[in-house]
Nanobody
Framework: QVQPVESGGGLVQAGGSLVLSCVASERSFSRYAMGWFRQTPGSERDFVAAINPSGSLTDYSDSVQGRFSISRDNAKNTVLLRMNNLKPEDTAVYYC????????????????WGQGTQVTVSS
């Protein structure tokens, strides 16, 4: 398998918005549930959002519900994470991940990871 590539991270002021992109080159991309995780140095990697293979169902952690939105375009092998009303606590390295099911992603049933992209929210 080929590692997906994340982009779009950066520095943003609290209350601002940012869009993360994950691009994969796998032929079977449309058959994978995709998700986003984040990790702070010295801490465990936490679930953020997941989307099923068709894009018809999404799931979010309580901490980002209502602020973040995950979407996918299977024709472009791309998953997006739109982040609004960012808070300093959102600061972390964000990782794109693939798995067999969205529920499996929430439960850390990960098949592959991207390299990560840094998001820093200032206040």
């Amino acid at each position: 398998q080929v590692q997906p590539v994340e982009s779009g991270g950066g520095l943003v002021q609290a209350g601002g918005s940012l869009v993360l992109s994950c691009v994969a080159s796998e032929r079977s991309f449309s058959r994978y549930a995709m998700g986003w995780f984040r990790q702070t140095p010295g801490s465990e990697r936490d679930f953020v959002a997941a989307i099923n293979p068709s894009g018809s169902l999404t799931d979010y952690s309580d901490s980002v519900q209502g602020r973040f939105s995950i979407s996918r375009d299977n024709a472009k092998n791309t998953v997006l994470l739109r982040m609004n009303n960012l808070k300093p606590e959102d600061t972390a390295v964000y990782y794109c991940a693939g798995g067999l099911t969205a529920a499996g992603l929430r439960g850390s049933g990960i098949r592959y990871w991207g390299q990560g992209t840094q998001v820093t929210v200032s206040s």
